[in-house]
């Protein structure tokens, strides 16, 4: 078994076909999903254009809309480089840098 995670790029309803290729042949199923709005106001970072050899450093900001303090555990992208670092730019931090 596996999992599949849904990570829309736009609001609304979504359906398409996946297509599973295996050693005794191609299976097909239909997926559907629904994007919602992200309540920490978070946005893809897609449709940029970056010149050869140039560096693209965009600032996310997270907006925490409940009382108490939030871990962020995983980061996921799509590419095949990814670089964080703290609001400082030190390699670690204690808790109150992200409060």
């Known amino acids: 078994s596996f999992e599949i995670v849904f990570l829309p790029r736009h609001l609304g309803f979504v359906e398409d076909t996946l297509t599973i290729h295996s050693s005794f ?13 992200n309540p920490f106001r978070l946005r893809p970072l897609k449709g940029a254009r970056i010149p050869i050899n140039a560096t693209y450093s965009p600032s996310i900001s997270m907006y925490n809309p409940y009382n108490t303090t939030l871990q962020i555990l995983e980061v996921y992208s799509s590419g095949g480089y990814l670089h964080l670092e703290l609001p400082n730019g030190l390699p670690e931090g204690n808790e109150t840098i992200w409060e």
């Open 25 to 37: 042949g191609a299976y097909e199923y239909k997926v559907m999903g629904t994007g919602i709005s």
